[in-house]
């Protein structure tokens, strides 16, 4: 039953990171913010830059405007993988996962990529390009990462694990920088970018583990009236309340700030020095010192591409691979709403702690009792409800000769006792738009796992499905979903997808146990009259060699230009694990198409 939301207006293009940042968290039970506590999470890195392995709560002291607190307990939370020392070291491709869950222990990292393409002239892109393709090629392939142009071009590539997307995005931003910049320009582009980058950082509310915020800009400058003491204040006029309301967003955010300079980009004498309005006044030309106010208020650590070139940013890949999350004593009170001043510190010698000077405590109605959220409603919320476990994939083919895909949700419980009452999915575009909505009607929920059919033009989508239990448990999980079809010389394919026979019917599976043999299944389209090979092959990596391969057989559809195949996937001797399942289609004498589907066979 596809269902349309017409009226659901487009999203800003910062709101959409909001909805991506809470995308592969750690879990609820590890790190998540409860009633009534409150956690802080903060960075230790030893003399070598890599993350202390073995920090006690015993080590640690935090104080909240000032005052100690005891730290209940200590985690340390992996994010992410270590870049190889060897940068020409190839690295393993890794499979892509069977299916999301909102209650994966594996995290990855939110990095969001932010440049002032004003702070620097056309032609000078191409020191950032290259840094930026070497920490985009050292990310783990789970990292999302964003690209944001400031303080007037927006987001270029939203946040996603596309990296290629964002490579592409990149190539593009060239410098709109002027040969020259007077003081009040300068003060004008530095009040833009600070209130861009508080947008930014406050539509994304705040995840549930921190998010790195690498800002790139030549010069920046400082506090500055932009008129006589006895005049009213410019246009241009900075206050140390615009650095401070950044470093506020920050705190809500959870963000972590490192501010780059690219190399030799600061024009040479900084910004023109210049007589405003009147006679004794001139505004302060210093192109550093905004950026030093800006480090302040964030704990942005300052970097600059001139120190070890396209290997500066490797520093970013290695620090943010694990976290701590410290869990501190706490009384109603503090739940109220407000920012306050934090300090974290380590007693053990040679450690490093990087953490935001301020944080954002939400306020919390001790009287108010947490009610269950209609899947409908969930749709329209960025959070991964965690109080149902859920699993959730997408597959997609052609729905039409129009060109429009069709993308199946499957989604069930983690838990297969579990009975929903409930459930609703949606597909959102790059720019935050519904493109597609689904509920399940009352028979539809008796089949797990669930199956439900959207409807929309080819293109990458995040697909939501949110569900709710018997006893009032809600879940909702987010999976990116590329609805395209796969060329295969003169054919197209879609999705693989792997399931079992049952009276005659296929259904997906997204977990098997005991299963003998699977049954993989691909939608064809197109047409030939050179003989078709067709083959499964199963392997336990993404290009590694194949454990074993079968023939697939056709079967014809009333489309002459459309036809399914299907062929056994043999799991009766395979051990409990993931496996790569790889469809390769094809004629003779033309390029093979491949589609890959990993598979998780349990106890």
Request: glycine share 8%.
């Amino acid at each position: 039953m596809l269902q349309s939301d017409a009226r659901r207006r487009v999203a800003p293009w910062a709101l959409l990171l909001a909805a991506f940042v809470g995308l592969a968290r750690p879990s609820g039970s590890e790190v998540a913010q409860e009633r009534d506590t409150v956690v802080v999470d903060f960075y230790a890195l030893g003399t070598d830059g890599l993350s202390v392995a073995d920090l006690t709560a015993e080590e640690v002291t935090i104080r909240l405007d000032g005052r100690a607190r005891a730290v209940r307990s200590l985690q340390r939370v992996t994010q992410g993988e270590l870049p190889p020392e060897d940068p020409l070291a190839p690295r393993v491709d890794p499979m892509p996962p069977p299916f999301t869950t909102n209650t994966s222990a594996e995290s990855a990292r939110s990095i969001i990529v932010a440049i002032d393409d004003e702070s620097f002239r056309p032609g000078r892109e191409r020191t950032i390009r290259s840094a930026l393709a070497r920490f985009i090629g050292a990310l783990s392939p789970r990292d999302r990462v964003a690209l944001v142009t400031v303080p007037h071009g927006g987001m270029k590539s939203d946040l996603s694990t596309n990296h290629d997307a964002f490579s592409q995005a990149m190539s593009l931003v060239v410098g709109h920088g002027p040969q020259t910049e007077s003081g009040q320009e300068a003060a004008c582009r530095s009040r833009n970018v600070l209130e861009s980058l508080e947008g930014m950082l406050s539509s994304l509310g705040g995840g549930e583990g921190p998010t790195t915020v690498v800002f790139f800009t030549s010069s920046m400058l400082g506090p500055r009236r932009d008129a006589p003491m006895m005049m009213a204040p410019g246009m241009c006029e900075l206050q140390t309340q615009h650095f401070q309301r950044v470093g506020n967003a920050a705190a809500r955010a959870r963000a972590h700030f490192f501010i780059v300079q690219p190399e030799d980009l600061i024009p040479k004498g900084g910004a023109a020095s210049e007589n405003i309005a009147g006679v004794g006044f001139s505004g302060s030309d210093n192109p550093l010192e905004g950026i030093e106010h800006l480090a302040g208020v964030t704990s942005g650590k300052r970097m600059a591409l001139t120190t070890a070139g396209d290997e500066t940013l490797l520093a970013i890949a290695r620090q943010t691979v694990t976290y701590y999350a410290a869990t501190l004593e706490s009384t109603q009170a503090d739940l109220d709403g407000l920012t306050h001043g934090l300090d974290v510190r380590v007693s053990r010698s040679g450690v490093n702690v990087r953490a935001r000077p301020m944080m954002f405590l939400p306020k919390v109605d001790p009287m108010a009792r947490p009610t269950a959220k209609a899947p409908a409603e969930m749709l329209r919320d960025s959070r991964l409800y965690r109080d149902l476990p859920i699993r959730v994939a997408g597959f997609a083919s052609q729905n039409s000769p129009d060109g429009r895909m069709r993308i199946i949700a499957v989604a069930e419980p983690v838990d297969p006792a579990v009975k929903l009452t409930g459930l609703a999915a949606a597909l959102y575009d790059t720019q935050g738009r519904m493109a597609a909505q689904f509920t399940a009607t009352e028979g539809e929920l008796t089949a797990m796992p669930t199956m439900a059919a959207l409807v929309a033009p080819p293109g990458t989508y995040r697909l939501r499905v949110a569900a709710i239990d018997a006893d009032g448990r809600s879940g909702a999980a987010d999976t990116e979903v590329v609805a395209e079809l796969t060329p295969a010389g003169p054919l197209r394919l879609s999705s693989l997808v792997v399931g079992l026979s049952r009276g005659g019917t296929f259904s997906p599976r997204l977990v098997f146990t005991n299963e003998p043999v699977a049954i993989a299944f691909i939608d064809i389209l197109g047409s030939t009259t050179q003989p078709i090979r067709a083959i499964v092959e199963v392997a336990t990596t993404l290009n590694g060699p194949a454990l074993v391969a079968t023939q697939l057989a056709f079967d014809a559809t009333s489309d002459p230009n459309r036809f399914t195949a299907t062929g056994a996937v043999p799991l009766g001797a395979l051990p409990p694990g993931d496996y790569v399942v790889r469809a390769l289609v094809g004629v003779e004498g033309q390029p093979f198409g491949r589609v890959v589907r990993t598979i998780r066979k349990g106890v």
